[in-house]
């Protein structure tokens, strides 16, 4: 199977309302904002729903959740031990890795090993494979092609969050009598409608060296309009969060684009309300998907 044979870009349209899409942990979990009030949805929470779309769609996917895990490890460690094996030989381990999971020759990993614990006085050295290896361990490190941005809201969504408090009503002997009520938390949602953006990019010449093929990038623009479907959860509700566009460019094949992925994210402006207009660049023409 050949590497990804083309620079591919694409642009992501989501709508929020009622819920809330990322929470922020040193926040009281209320919706991430930036400095300027802008919502915000992390890549990694992003690239998390990638991976569980994938996981439902029958792909082997190393970085598991909890909730959709498919296999009997419990945890990255018990997984990488277990199928790679014996780490001695590096780029064995790095291919191996790449050719198993889908995510991994995505997405690129770090595989930390322990070593051998014995004191050293040598720094840390690293080689041009990318590994990393010490007196006190070993980390392996893949770079992937796929990058995706942080997801930010089209407008100020401070004044559009609400807070609720959770409560819980039961009952002492559990007869129903002398019912009374306590105070669980808080939760928090965006109440109306916010849309947001990400933009994303698959580079040739990284896929080189994980094996990302363009059957696994057609993989990925299959599920992406789907990327919230099967994601419901007290915080999200089924329908509180969709995708309404993904704009995906194609670029000539070669290893470097047509355009800069800078230049052809800029061809596309997205208003508050979900609406859009596209400008053209010569010899690149955007597929407009809809969301489902």
């Not at 029958?58 to 094996?85: H, T, W």
């Not at 051998?116 to 361990?137: R, V």
């Not at 789907?226 to 460019?249: C, H, Q």
């Amino acid at each position: 199977m050949t590497t990804l044979s083309k620079k591919i870009d694409f642009a992501i349209i989501m709508s929020v309302k009622n819920a809330n899409p990322n929470g922020d942990p040193l926040n009281g979990n209320r919706p991430r904002t930036d400095y300027d009030g802008l919502g915000e949805i992390s890549d990694v929470c992003l690239k998390r729903k990638i991976r569980d779309r994938l996981l439902e769609k029958g792909e082997k996917i190393f970085v598991q959740s909890d909730d959709n895990k498919k296999d009997e490890y419990p945890n990255l460690r018990k997984r990488a031990e277990a199928i790679l094996g014996d780490i001695k030989n590096m780029p064995d381990i790095r291919n191996k890795a790449c050719q198993i999971w889908l995510d991994v020759r995505a997405f690129g990993q770090i595989f930390p090993f322990k070593g051998s614990n014995k004191k050293s006085n040598k720094k840390e050295a690293e080689d041009t494979s990318g590994t990393n290896e010490s007196a006190t361990g070993v980390s392996i490190g893949i770079r992937g092609p796929v990058t995706i941005q942080p997801a930010f809201s089209l407008e100020d969504i401070s004044s559009q969050i609400i807070l609720e408090q959770i409560v819980k009503s039961t009952s002492l002997e559990g007869d129903g009598i002398n019912r009374q009520s306590d105070q669980m938390g808080m939760k928090h949602r965006i109440g109306k409608e916010v849309i947001y953006v990400t933009f994303g990019s698959m580079n040739p010449q990284s896929a080189e060296r994980t094996g990302f093929s363009d059957e696994d990038a057609m993989i990925i623009k299959e599920i992406l309009p789907k990327l919230f479907e099967n994601d419901a959860s007290s915080a999200r509700p089924e329908g509180s969060m969709a995708v309404n566009k993904v704009i995906w460019w194609e670029h000539k094949p070669g290893k470097v684009g047509q355009y800069s992925s800078a230049k052809v994210h800029k061809t596309i402006t997205v208003n508050a309300d979900g609406s859009y207009a596209l400008t053209s660049l010569e010899g690149l023409k955007p597929e407009l998907i809809d969301g489902f």
